[in-house]
């Protein structure tokens, strides 16, 4: 059996400790702030854009949430964007993806300050994420390795195996693994023989958007399981992309889904909200 790495316990704790970063930003009169814009109805976006805003109120944040509709037009989007980025009160900007149809997502990310961009989706941060340079790491894999850190799991010299190669998962998770020395493969959905590359993997990172994908026979025992899938099984029930009951008897850790990863991308996005307030307050000077 394998132990559960609690994401729930560690975002709290993140944010625990955020907290008093918030109250001494506001005293010095830089109250941090982020703004969250969604357009369109997506019932999972709802979700999460929601959960995002209880966290920057629970700590303290000035929070601003735009609502949109989804025949939004890109000019009306972009120039909310704009707007955002002069806003002094505002540290944060995030959109919320996906974008409904007929919005082009590349052009809306590269409207957003790099400064204020907190996803870490603008292509200065993802070329500084390339270099190890970090102004703000990408919310979801900083949160993996935030939990590898928590449960003192080793990556140097691990081989470390994602299977996605999305720009919000796959692709920056691979760098940040190999930026701890780990050896990464990433796999997608054209691999062949994909079994075989993830029952090599010490740790292996799911970022596939199928539910209950990975299963017990395409893990090697004592493997590291972190689930970053956020899918609805047969009976509608929430579920990652590791079908968690096999892989369990196998892993010597796995992430639970819900509970694993996800509150970890939210702690993250506040601790880049934090960064980017104290950037601001050293700017100020
Ligand atoms: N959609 C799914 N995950 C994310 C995320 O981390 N940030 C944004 N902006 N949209 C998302």
Avoid at 15 to 31: M, Q
């Amino acid at each position: 059996m394998s132990q559960i790495i609690d994401g729930k316990a560690v975002s709290a704790k993140v944010r625990e400790g955020l907290k008093g970063k918030a109250a001494e930003l506001t005293a010095k009169g830089v109250k941090p702030g982020l703004a969250v814009v969604l357009a369109g109805d997506d019932p999972a976006s709802a979700v999460y854009v929601r959960n995002k805003e209880k966290a920057a109120n629970e700590l303290g944040f000035y929070s601003k949430m735009i609502k949109l509709p989804s025949d939004v037009s890109e000019e009306e989007l972009l120039n909310i964007v704009r707007e955002l980025n002069n806003d002094d009160a505002i540290h944060g900007i995030l959109v919320q993806l996906p974008l409904p149809k007929g919005l082009d997502e590349k052009k809306v990310i590269a409207e957003i300050s790099p400064e204020k961009d907190v996803d870490a989706f603008h292509v200065q941060n993802v070329g500084k994420i390339m270099l190890g340079e970090y102004d703000f790491l990408p919310c979801t894999p900083a949160g993996v390795m935030e939990l590898l850190k928590e449960y003192g799991i080793q990556t140097r010299g691990k081989n470390a195996v994602a299977i996605g190669r999305s720009n919000i998962v796959g692709k920056p998770m691979a760098m940040l693994l190999m930026h701890a020395d780990a050896t990464v493969t990433i796999c997608h959905s054209k691999t062949e023989n994909l079994a075989d590359i993830t029952r090599r993997a010490d740790i292996l990172i799911a970022a596939i958007g199928k539910a209950k994908f990975i299963t017990g026979d395409m893990v090697k025992e004592g493997a590291v399981v972190i689930d970053v899938g956020m899918n609805r099984d047969e009976n509608n029930k929430l579920c990652g992309d590791v079908d968690f009951d096999s892989v369990s008897e196998k892993a010597s850790f796995i992430t639970p889904v819900p509970g694993g990863v996800g509150p970890m991308t939210i702690a993250m996005l506040m601790k880049n909200t934090v960064k980017s307030a104290e950037n601001k307050l050293l700017k100020r000077g």
